[in-house]
């Protein structure tokens, strides 16, 4: 009868530990990377052209990322931050590479040195290349959680924006192939307007394969060789798919919201 009466606060006094023990497991792979990424423009900035306020910004945007995510913590179900999560969290350091030189580089766009854009054109494939990773890992060792996926997704929506708006800073498309790294952040802001958005959407391999698709086009714009007609048309064709899988998910999610009312 003891036990049975201390078995609610010894289980919250578990979770508590539990839940310290993966706070510091996180934290831990959190700082070791930002050393990794501090170490990394240090030493391949005159490369890659990124000055100083370049590697600042970059820092920023990804301290910004690890905080959202460690606040998040709650959603991870999981007693270890996990391999899976551990990549993703390099893919976000890479990402925020992108992103301080796109935001705060005063050399980016039709005058960096070419050698400098096919390094990054390589190392944002190596992102793109690991982000079939991080999910593999999940399901391969046991570890996919709420967290892990959410973290994921929004890594890949910040590194889609940062690449759209270094298409339009490298002159290889017009200020419209922005609407490709915005309308993930439009269709957030649409949800908080209308209720039926938020319903959830059913697996789909044609949303992965246009995600895809995406960050494939994006990322040959970087290089030198891809240069407008072709560019323009691999903006346009990525542009087009991704509305149109925008589009049979908000068709799905208003049929299902109409279904629901109907039958209740």
Known sequence: MADW???????????????RLLSLDAYAVTMTVAAALVAA????????GIDTAAAGCAFI????ISAIALGN?????HGR??????VTTIRAALTAVLGGMVLASPQFGVDLDQSALWLLGFVIAFALALDGVDGFLARQTGTASQFGARFDMEVDALLIFFLS????LLGKAGLWVLLIGLMRYAYVGAQAMFPALKGELPHSMRRKTICVVQG???????FPVITMPVSTLLAAGALAS??????VDVIFLVSASKNHHAAT
């Not at 009466?5 to 839940?19: E, F, H, I, S």
């Not at 945007?61 to 910004?64: L, N, S």
């Not at 931050?81 to 551990?86: K, L, M, S, T």
């Not at 708006?165 to 339009?168: D, F």
């Open 165 to 168: 708006l270094a298409a339009v």
């Open 73 to 77: 913590l709650h959603a991870h179900s």
């Open 41 to 48: 423009m240090h030493f391949l900035g005159d490369w890659l």
């Open 81 to 86: 931050f996990g391999v899976a999560n551990i």
């Open 216 to 222: 494939v086009a994006l990322c040959l714009m970087l």
């Open 5 to 19: 009466m201390n078995a609610g606060p010894l289980d919250r006094q578990a979770a508590r530990r539990a839940y």
């Open 61 to 64: 945007v990804y301290a910004v």
């Open 242 to 247: 991704l509305t149109y899988s925008f589009a």
